[in-house]
């Protein structure tokens, strides 16, 4: 997609386009901006800079004598500006290629560079016209979709009536969605959700990808649904101020920074006790067949069924035994693995199912101080939920992959939401429920460590590693219980290591 060339009315213009382009860029591109002196292009850097910096204030000095300015930001950042430089072989010295490696470049009067600059440097031109500037963009289409998919946010920003807001970087997850904090005139914050509809990876099986298969989401429809159906079965949710369906945007309301754990990451007692109670209100709503989608259509929710357990737990043998082995796994294991679990799942066929949100935990958990009852919980992870067994959502709350629940803690969460159970239907069976979360907890640890060495190896994210040997606890803990023994014996024969000394 080619971007248009664009008036520049202001300085202030300028500075939300060095916003948006930092919100654009990737380590390995090479910026560079063309235009002669008073141009803008010192504006556009500095605003780039302290973007990406989430720093309006910091301090972003013009490189003219020193010729390069390093800075260590989310992503490594190194201004250049050659108007003093004699020759183009001297940015070899000056350490072009190195700061290409470790992050982004940026680098003004690139025409003294002569040929020295990559083969896909992203060009920016700015030029004076009437009362403002004109700029326009060149490189490699890669890189201009990216720039095009940022202006058009800006654009809807514009269109919600949030066009001069101060974009920030502020999370990617281990999804392809992207989020932002906006920061408004008067203090006020406010969150962008940024997830384009992406069609990842193979077709696996039957003719469709490992997505549809599980049955994640693959755009914002589900979000948008499910937060109005949420909010009003009395669950604290952002409320969504705008959203644009067919381009995966979401402009939604900030809902603070605490959350179950303290600025420690130590968990906090009562708020945990309130994560859990509000799973027992979860799992008594009446579940319509679809639910309507604010600005057009249904969304079904789907079934979390024994295709889409099948391919989760799939993903350990895919990538986190290759890893722990060193080698491919033997078919026979393969077999054998796929065996237990199989018949683990047949069995969940009877059990109690409900509203699955997939990702109950604390990272997703926001704690809200003003309201009462399950609404001091704020839930903003959701547009995965499924139809499935009720057990799934304790474990992932009681086994959470970023922040060590001790066992006994955990079982005093899982004894209150038994006890509430109980309490509001004499049928709850508290021995098969703990047997029907064994096999989740199992399950779900068993995914995730796929997942995370799946995030490190296919899509370059290596933070979740860190995270490994808490879910290999995790696992190790769920196996103990009776129905789980032939898994414990079926990992032992896969070389994973089970006693408590690993």
Not at 8 to 14: F, N, P, Q, V, Y
Not at 69 to 79: E, G, M, N, P, V
Not at 244 to 259: M, P, Q, T, Y
Not at 266 to 295: F, N, Y
């Amino acid at each position: 997609m080619a971007v248009s060339p664009r008036f520049l009315a202001d300085e202030e213009a300028t500075i939300r386009l060095g916003q948006d382009l930092a919100l654009a860029i990737r380590p390995g591109d090479c910026l560079a901006l063309h235009g002669d002196l008073g141009a803008g292009k010192s504006t556009l850097a500095r605003a780039l800079i302290r973007c990406m910096a989430d720093d309006p204030a910091l301090d972003v000095p013009s490189p003219t004598f020193t010729l390069v300015q390093s800075y260590r930001l989310r992503i490594a950042l190194a201004h250049f500006d050659l108007y003093r430089i004699a020759d183009p072989a001297e940015l070899v010295e000056l350490g072009l290629d190195e700061a290409l490696a470790e992050g982004a470049v940026l680098v003004e009067w690139p025409e003294r560079a002569g040929a020295e600059l990559p083969a896909d440097t992203i060009h920016i031109r700015l030029g004076e016209e009437a009362d403002g500037r004109r700029v326009s963009f060149d490189g490699p289409q890669e890189a201009l979709d990216r720039i095009a998919r940022s202006l058009r946010i800006r654009a809807f920003l514009e269109a919600s009536g949030h066009g001069g807001a101060e974009r920030r970087f502020l999370i990617g997850d281990a999804s392809a969605r992207i989020y932002e904090t906006l920061h408004l005139p008067g203090g006020k914050t406010e969150l962008l959700m940024n997830a384009p509809r992406r069609e990842i990876g193979p077709v696996l099986r039957d003719g469709k990808r490992y997505a549809q298969i599980a049955h994640s989401a693959e755009d914002i429809a589900p979000f948008i649904a499910l937060d109005r159906f949420l909010e009003q079965c009395g669950f604290r949710v952002p409320a969504i101020i705008a959203h644009d369906l067919a381009d995966g945007l979401a402009l939604i309301e900030h809902l603070g920074d605490d959350r179950i754990i303290d600025d420690q990451g130590k968990l906090v007692t009562d708020r945990w006790e309130t994560a859990i109670d509000g799973l027992v209100v979860l799992h008594r709503l009446d579940i319509p067949e679809s639910i309507p989608i604010p600005g057009g259509g249904d969304h079904v929710i789907p079934p979390f069924d024994p295709d889409a357990m099948m391919i989760e737990v799939e993903l350990f043998l895919d990538w986190y035994l290759p890893f722990r082995r060193g080698s491919a796994v033997p078919a026979a294991v393969r077999a054998r693995f796929d065996d237990t679990w199989k018949n683990l799942i047949d069995g969940l066929a009877p059990v109690e199912t409900g509203l699955v949100l997939r990702d109950y935990h604390s990272p997703n958990i926001l704690w809200q101080a003003g309201e009462t009852g399950i609404r001091k919980i704020g839930l903003i992870d959701f547009q995965d939920t499924m139809i499935g067994p009720v057990a799934y959502d304790v474990a992932s709350l009681v086994q959470d992959a970023r922040v060590t629940v001790p066992p006994q803690f955990a079982d005093h969460l899982v004894g209150r939401y038994e006890a509430a159970r109980a309490k509001a239907a004499q049928d709850f069976d508290p021995a098969g429920f703990r047997r029907v979360l064994a096999i989740m907890q199992a399950q779900r640890a068993t995914k995730i460590l796929g997942i995370f060495v799946r995030l490190r190896d296919r899509d370059g994210k290596p933070g979740y590693m860190r995270h490994l040997p808490r879910m290999e606890t995790y696992l190790r803990e769920a196996l103990k219980h009776p129905v789980l023994h032939p898994l414990h014996a079926c990992y032992t024969q896969a070389g994973m290591t089970l006693d408590e000394s690993s």
